[in-house]
């Protein structure tokens, strides 16, 4: 019986524990066309990568608390001093000084519009999210830059307003925690554990 | 970055001139199950050493060093697969290296190339280019290459890349296309086209002989992308030699091939699109700034520069590579040009980004006939025929080998060789394919300049490769 892969750090050190992957043979390929001669083989893989969030695991770890933060450079001597950023840049892209990590909560809550949408009937494996998916660009006020997320309801469209909503209830700790739904959505309409905060 | 120095605006410039000789390329397909990518990479070999009446051993003696572009490791699940075929190309202990910058590739790697030989490391340089998209089912491909997103803040979102691009061609359409159906039957066009010249080109994957209204009515993919308006998934491989002007001329002495000059510029952008900040537009020889002070007006939200409309390193690619070679309009000054046509509307986007039309007005290029081999509404040769190979919606994306297979297209033209290569019979049986009873001659006549655009993505890396007839460059010391 298979235990999944789980990970934690201690002392400086990842800590492993479980499965991380499952080993499957290879089985021959054959030509259908050609007396069924051998073409190759199949080269099964299941693996599980482990990742760290670095200096943005703050984001992540806040969303399923209902928070966005962002970050903004405060190095007195970058010449865009004061620019802030969501998607969140650990470093100021100019200067390369350490930004400030700060609660963007408000302002998306109070600004956030559409910047622009797809709407993708199709996804690649791995997905989790339910389709058609409705990708969104979203823009803030005082924000220089344009986070990429999905619409959870409604049909989106350029310039519509929008708030965010957050996956507290089970969180998968990725991008996929944070949502949108138009301005004026009732909670009972939000996806099952998602909530505006 | 959003300003540059003055450092960083200096015009690059080569060292001593390069040329390119040969080029070469195998079939591209969807699948190509009976041949590994050692076969395909030693097709294209060999058909350059043809190209020039050389034996690939004889061809080989003259190379120096390799520049291999692959794109995804994943695909094929082979790291340092550079190293494979380089040792089955029997080129050890020759120095190689590989490039990768997504769907730039292939032209990144003839920038590596060129440079190699501009600064006199070597004389001749072997730059090949493949990819194996075959190998994984098509969703696991989706996501593989949505692994070249920014795996924190986009991959997750559905594992999609064309999700992550079709955002900005949904905010073209709308800003500079006004949802007008007229434009969008522009971008059906282009697919038509493409498609259309195709059908000429023994080596291309989706020959096809399509309508405006065939490809407005294929499946959605995100809209407004169709099927139809989207490019291939391929496997192949193609391969080009550069060269000092003392090596060029004794590989090419006695043969038809025309050494001709070569130069590659390369711009970069933000990963992800949403990193984009505003910026002046960088311009080109032909435009002035006056000319986009009322964009805003003309074109309600296209005032965000380059925001998710345009694409900043295509600009910066022909802005270095314009002023390298003399370039000041693209339209008189080019005869044939390659386009990155990973989708009909990002061709569009690139005639604005490369100066084809001023931001704003691409529609143009395509409506007004300028694009086509023949202009259909005058009956005369296209001003300036674009992707006569089929491009990536048409030919193929092998993407390590795209850039490279544009190079090879447009240099076919300038050595006036078009026709013999394309319509030569016994390639088209070699592939497998039939040459269709009203294959048509697409060689440009008289060309003597053109431009291949190599584009990753959402527009992180592209280069402008620059190939001329060395007796009508623009500019001295180029």
């Not at chain 1, 990725?174 to 998602?194: M, N, R, Y």
Request: one cysteine or more; proline letters at 6%; hydrophobic letters at 35%.
């Amino acid at each position: 019986m298979s235990v999944f892969g789980t990970v934690s750090v201690k002392n400086g050190r990842y800590r492993i524990k479980g499965d991380f992957h499952h080993i499957t043979p290879s089985t021959p390929i054959r030509n259908q066309d050609y007396p069924w001669g051998l073409v190759g083989v199949t080269n099964p893989r299941d693996m599980t990568y482990i990742h760290t969030y670095g200096g943005e695991a703050v984001f992540f770890e806040n969303l399923c608390k209902g928070k966005i933060h962002g970050t903004r450079c405060d190095n007195p001597d970058c010449t865009f001093k004061g620019t802030v950023y969501l998607p969140f840049r650990i470093h100021c892209p100019d200067c390369l000084a350490k930004n400030t990590v700060i609660d963007l909560t408000d302002v998306c809550r109070k600004t956030a519009v559409i910047h622009t949408y797809m709407v993708c009937e199709r996804s690649g494996a791995f997905n989790t999210l339910d389709r058609p998916i409705r990708f969104i660009n979203v823009e803030f006020e005082g924000i220089s830059t344009i986070l990429m997320s999905y619409l959870s309801t409604g049909t989106p469209e350029i310039g519509m307003r929008v708030v965010p909503i957050f996956r507290t209830q089970d969180p998968t700790y990725t991008i996929t925690d944070l949502s949108w739904v138009p301005t004026g959505t009732p909670q009972e309409a939000l996806p099952k554990g998602f909530s505006f905060e | 970055m959003i300003t540059f120095s003055e450092r960083q605006l200096r015009v690059p410039r080569l060292l001593r001139p390069v040329y390119l000789v040969t080029a070469g390329q195998s079939k591209f397909a969807r699948a190509i199950p009976e041949k590994k990518t050692e076969e395909l990479a030693i097709d294209a070999f060999t058909m350059a050493a043809r190209l020039i009446e050389k034996s690939p051993a004889e061809l080989k003696r003259y190379i120096h060093t390799a520049y291999y572009g692959h794109f995804a490791d994943h695909f094929g699940d082979q790291l340092l697969g550079e190293a494979v075929i380089h040792d089955r190309l029997g080129l050890d202990p020759l120095g190689n290296v590989g490039i990768k910058t997504g769907g730039a590739t292939g032209g990144s790697t003839l920038w590596e190339a060129v440079k190699a030989v501009a600064s006199g490391y070597s004389d001749c340089v072997l730059a090949m280019g493949w990819e194996r998209m075959d190998e994984v089912p098509t969703d696991e491909g989706n996501h593989l290459i949505s692994c070249a997103a920014d795996k924190d803040w986009e991959t997750p979102l559905g594992h999609i890349y064309t999700g992550y691009y079709a955002v900005m061609a949904q905010k073209y359409w709308q800003v500079f296309g006004k949802q007008e159906e007229s434009f969008r039957r522009t971008m059906a066009e282009i697919s038509v086209k493409h498609h259309g010249y195709a059908r000429f080109n023994p080596f291309a994957q989706a020959p096809m002989k399509i309508t405006v209204d065939d490809v407005l009515q294929s499946p959605v993919v995100a809209y407004p992308l169709r099927a139809l308006d989207c490019c291939l998934m391929s496997v192949g491989a193609a391969c080009a030699i550069v060269c000092d002007e003392e090596t060029a001329l004794e590989l090419t002495k006695n043969t038809t091939n025309k050494p001709l000059r070569i130069w590659v510029a390369a711009g970069s952008h933000t990963l992800r699109p949403a990193c984009r900040r505003n910026m002046d537009i960088p311009l080109l020889p032909n435009e002035t700034q006056d000319q986009y002070a009322d964009l805003g007006e003309r074109f309600p939200g296209g005032d965000r520069y380059p925001g998710f409309t345009g694409f900043l390193a295509a600009r910066m690619a022909a802005w270095y590579g314009y002023r390298m070679t003399g370039i000041v309009d693209p339209m008189e000054d080019l005869d044939v040009i390659e386009l990155h046509d990973a989708f009909t509307i990002s061709d569009m986007q690139t005639y604005e980004d490369i100066g084809l039309r001023p931001y704003g007005e691409g529609r143009d290029f395509v409506e007004s006939g300028d694009c086509y081999h023949i202009n259909p509404h005058t009956g005369q040769p296209g001003r300036l025929p674009s992707n006569l190979s089929g491009g990536l919606i048409g030919c193929m994306h092998a993407v390590g080998a795209t850039g490279i297979m544009q190079t090879f297209e447009i240099a076919t033209h300038l050595w006036n060789r078009w026709s013999e290569i394309h319509g030569d019979p016994d390639l088209w049986r070699e592939f497998g394919r039939e040459k269709p009873q009203d294959w048509t001659d697409l060689q440009v006549r008289g060309a003597k300049r053109g431009l291949a655009i190599s584009h990753a993505g959402v527009g992180s890396h592209v280069t402008a490769t620059i190939l001329m007839d060395p007796d009508h460059l623009l500019k001295d010391n180029a």
